[in-house]
T-cell receptor, first 115, second 111 residues
Framework: NAGVTQTPKFQVLKTGQSMTLQCAQD?????MYWYRQDPGMGLRLIYY???????DKGEVPNGYNVSRLNKREFSLRLESAAPSQTSVYFC??????????????FGPGTRLTVL | DAKTTQPPSMDCAEGRAANLPCNHS???????VYWYRQIHSQGPQYIIH???NNETNEMASLIITEDRKSSTLILPHATLRDTAVYYC????????????FGTGTRLTIIP
């Protein structure tokens, strides 16, 4: 049981390049999330997917697109990277349960630098 | 989600109890208090959550005041590995799965 995995761990892009950040979870969770964290800041929600086949914008969606490929995988795409998108990106998944145990599980992060 | 206020930083001696306060004076009746922590650039880790009763698990205790306007996370015997940024979040437990992170409290455990 690997939990939430993210690839790549590190990436350097030039302005205008595109790339896709991959996220997968093996916990059979319905909901998945993409956050970004800038230096010294808390996490900010980019996009989320409450269930397979649905996606919604979070707090800072501009410049990003997402795909919920299946229940396990949720990818984040930067179509034309900008220096302002230099950040650490975290993927998370969530197990909605009627009982008390309601928590998000986070991946290790992708450190992206856009030059 | 209700706004939460935390001190930006705290120190605690190793082996002592670390008490991290959080103010959530505008919390509504159906919002839970959650605590997560983030150890040195890793992904955040869930610690504990509660509604109005005090809660305890293997990691920590959560004390919520009777009026629910504030809470305290207690790490009973802090170790160096507890050095992290701790986030207090108030949110509804269902129907709204998004987490809103503030800047948290940077807790440093002193040897």
């Amino acid at each position: 049981n690997a939990g939430v995995t993210q690839t790549p761990k590190f990436q350097v892009l030039k302005t205008g390049q595109s790339m896709t950040l991959q996220c997968a979870q093996d916990m059979n969770h319905n909901s998945m999330y993409w956050y970004r964290q800038d230096p010294g800041m808390g996490l900010r929600l980019i996009y989320y997917s409450a269930s397979e086949g649905t996606t919604d914008k979070g707090e800072v969606p501009n410049g990003y697109n997402v795909s919920r490929l299946n229940k396990r995988e949720f990818s984040l795409r930067l179509e034309s990277a900008a220096p302002s998108q230099t950040s650490v990106y975290f993927c998370a998944s969530h197990r909605w349960a009627a009982a008390f145990t309601d928590t998000q599980y986070f991946g290790p992060g992708t450190r992206l630098t856009v030059l | 989600d209700a706004k939460t206020t935390q001190p930006p930083s705290m120190d605690c001696a190793e082996g002592r109890a670390a008490n991290l306060p959080c103010n959530h004076s505008t919390i509504s009746g159906n919002e839970y208090v959650y605590w997560y922590r983030q150890i040195h650039s890793q992904g955040p880790q869930y610690i504990i959550h509660g509604l109005k009763n005090n809660e305890t698990n293997e990691m920590a205790s959560l004390i919520i005041t009777e009026d629910r306007k504030s809470s305290t996370l207690i790490l009973p015997h802090a170790t160096l590995r507890d050095t992290a940024v701790y986030y207090c979040i108030a949110r509804i437990n269902f129907g709204n799965e998004k987490l809103t992170f503030g800047t948290g409290t940077r807790l440093t455990i002193i040897p």
